[in-house]
């Protein structure tokens, strides 16, 4: 099938976690993490953050979130997050499902990313009653406009919720990507920059199903196995979900298929740029997002290419995957710039 | 890794599904089910159960069930359950929690088995303010201590519960292996006697991860796929989670792996009774329910065997796989008679 | 105690509600409901709605909206509101909390009213599954800023609310002020203009504690008594939310109160535009909202005045209640003129 | 009306808190609890107490006691209560609606009395993530058969709940009946004998309308006040639920009505022995179980009498309130003696 640009999503396994997979599927293994793939993968991932931080394997990155945020907070409380997070947008009111009522309240911020000033000005609005009590904070990187946040900048922000008492939760569905575009170590923007609950994404990542829950405040996991288990988010054969992770994690894969994605993304950004296309953020990760013409949309969509009209910025949406091909991209560049008559012009 | 008894969900995946999932990890695929492997694999549900029922891939049997069940009732109503019924003793409150509160009321029954009088003494019982009314009710087939209800005895019971306003669901983790043992046609048992809804188990049939939800009365489906996704429950790249289905449905994979789960339970189960062991339950399906003598089951353990002690029914559970070897069967059935003294019984 | 302007329930309860309490408290009555005086009152209702509604005693309006707008949807659905609608701003996450998680989606409009271009934008920018479906609209009469819907205009919205598949609450904290002020009868601005549930509120009308709970479509509130009970909002002693109300809808003591109420606002509004004070709103109820400068505002509650600082519209809220005197009227007006100079100036 | 002995709720309001209310109904009071009334009922509930409890005020029994269990778990706990207690069998699934699913754990236990051996053998029973972890303990005092526990006896059990990490409610909906028959300070029943959490029942009491929510661990009481609000149990005018309660707990108004009922049920219980009725529990407070041959009870139904049929006892259940006459206990006995032909017997 032809490769897309919709979505990281669209892509299928890599093949280390492919790999990884088939090698678990051998005899019998205890079930519901109790198995030695599940105890190897956390170990890793504890080698990785440079801490003792407490690992849970959850389907999606819907549950993944919805989980860790309902950990912040209790449901009179709220959590305030980017007018555009996936977790207000995109979510179907997922964590307001797992929390029970939680409300998200939404902050403004250019390119995708919060500030202390915004934060502030939100959690001090109200302190009645008749408001639900800010308690969390949930920061997405990368961002869902395809921008980073710098160690620095997590570091200001967690502070910031410290002071008003608010639990700091990191929406890594594109961590991945964040990690290999800003080369710091995990812990640089996690737990040391004040991050206490990361959802580390999978599945966008390259495996077939799974996101990592990683807890670096142990305090805040206390029972989380069993809020999973009752939230239908304990796998009974957990080594299918764990075990392509440990493919993932081993010898840097993780970071070499996130910097090919984001080296795509690069590709794509200056073959747009040079066909005179406006990108409406910098492309610091794997997604672009571009102001195209309608004659330029209509003409993609036509000749099948799929992408996201991403309402929240008004414009398109282009993600690149592990598996995105320079030819997949090429493609793409040549049908834009023969939709916008740059091919022409530079043809001539 | 030795084979145990402990669950059939300590098997792997067996090989078509296997098969099916690298196939289907080709390429580029929407997100979301919509995808073609999704869709086939619906169709060839619609095939199996002759009738064009709604289906939707789910995690896990927990969010299976408990989303199942959320369409039967609101919070303030009640399901019906038998006492040893997996929802009700090992959900840790999954039922409650994707419906908000909603009551299971249990009732008793020889076998495992609910009766139409036990189901109409629970529903009379009560009909003030101050009890939640009964909305639904829920079976298990193959039953928690593997025995099977028969069509005409889900036929009634079904008959009983619309007589009182209640619709059925039945929790079919083990459905193959009822299927492959009484030998009817899938509709039998399920929407031609009366069934609602019937959530299929994937897992402990073969699969790594994913039970389908087969709705037969589509109006109970109304917007069940918002329902899935708030929950957490719809998969980003579902093809991985809906092709291995294909394998598993196509030339009856399903029913020769149920059949010889089945046939390995039946070697036990006579094995058992010929070391002079007793059965608490007839072995009608893929587990084996037995009062096993303390030291018998304190030297089994001392060897490595790893079976569950059924609390609700006093004895300790054998449960066999698609991938249980006749030789496992014999090895445990060999430590078994050296334990009681029957080997030597039988060697002098 | 000093009278104020801060909330039409800072005013205790009235005469009449008085009355009937004291005269429901005679010997024993059943509990729950089963009474004669709230058979009465619901009697009474249906006879001044012209309808045979089906009618609910809970005991605030928190509870009264969050119940009714829970039997709308499902928590995977959404409900529009107005951006300043107290479900969205001063209920602490009620809605979401009873309905377990639907979300509250807002739209903007003018003067506190949404309109029917406002509501069709919002529930045609999504229509996929990661977007919760929106299925109810909530409407507040009186609106959040003291302005009212007419009937042309509620039913102008509940029709667009009809051809997008949503249901129709009206919030009536001020029901009363409004039929008083409009001159309609109650159906005209509910049930006959569209309306599906209404919440109409007792407690600012005068009544010591509760909230009716209205149904026109009575095949909304099938078992709404049980969740009602579920809920924790079924009085035991219900004769005694239930026959102030009778006291209150006797030869339409409500209007008398709620004419006294709008009248006393005009008073002061008139007082306020006479003294040079902006008014925010157009005063067509009880509630006068103006903007006040900030030494008259700091100068009113040196002196004990208390009213709210109405963040959303960035002024000053005056409720006046059932109670409000004339004379507390003119006292805040010769405060304010003091405060403006606009006293000294007329009195030289 | 006739007087009925079908629950204690059927009783009006006592002299006393029907003073208090109307004193309270004077002039403006800040809404919401920020007034001089609650502020001195919850006083004078700390002097009761001899402790410095946290206290609020809710509309009934079944949201008192639902949100206090809320407090001590979250969802995926469980709370242990006797299989008798209101809160499992009379409350619609409440506590499991408030707390978004946390399971109800029932116990046997004679007399309506939980015992210390019943707690810990079903917080021993499983520890496994398929099972919702015991973390709350509740009790009923008065319990659901008019019996009592002793100080000593509540102690006993809480000390067990604390070896386990159980926190102890106690469900006082007749705590000034125990109070009263004890004749026991308040704390000795409570905090001193290890309850973490009392929710005192007003509206059996002789309130209109209300009961209270009394925490002696305050660590429990954090932002209580929100998730009244949120769930729709914060008074507007809470002096109208606070008020009634100063009437009350002035110069033990409270014991004097309790005292009376208690007697009240002593008198029907001894001449329902003199008439060779059998009691189903012994009197200890203003509830009287007792088994009644069938004609007797048909007798006194066709008389016009109300009572309840307690199915979880077999039996009939008289409840004397503060109003209960001497006459009416009388008049039943009369033709429960006429019934029996005991009355034959004696006039002979």
Known sequence: MQQHFASDNYAGICPEATAA???????????????????????????IFETDCDVYFVFNGTAANSLALATLCQSYHSVICHQLAHVETDECGAPEFFSNGAKLLTAAGE????????????????????????????????TEVGTLYLPDQIAAIADTARQHGLRVHMDGARFANAVASLG????????????????????KMGLPVGEAVVFFDRKLSEDFAWRCKQAGQLASKMRFLSAPWLGMLTDDVWLKHARHANAMAQRLSAGLVAAGIELLFPTEANGVFARLPAPVEAGLRAKGWRFYT??????????????????????????????TGAGDAIRS
Request: hydrophobic residues 40%; glycine residues 10%.
């Open 21 to 47: 997979l088939l090698e678990a599927n051998t005899g019998h293994a205890p079930a519901y993490g109790d198995d030695d793939y599940t105890r190897k993968v956390s170990d890793r991932l504890r080698e």
């Open 111 to 142: 390119q995708g990313r919060l500030t202390p000033e915004a934060i502030t000005e939100v959690v001090t609005r109200r302190s009645d009653l008749h408001f639900p009590k800010p308690r969390g904070l949930t920061l997405t990187q990368t």
């Open 184 to 203: 710091v170590a995990p812990a640089d923007i996690t737990w040391r920059a004040g991050v206490d609950v990361l959802c580390f994404g999978g599945t």
């Open 310 to 339: 991403f309402i929240g910025a008004g414009g398109a949406r282009f993600m690149c995957g592990w598996d995105t091909l320079p030819a997949t991209v090429d493609a793409i560049l040549a049908d834009i710039r023969n939709l």
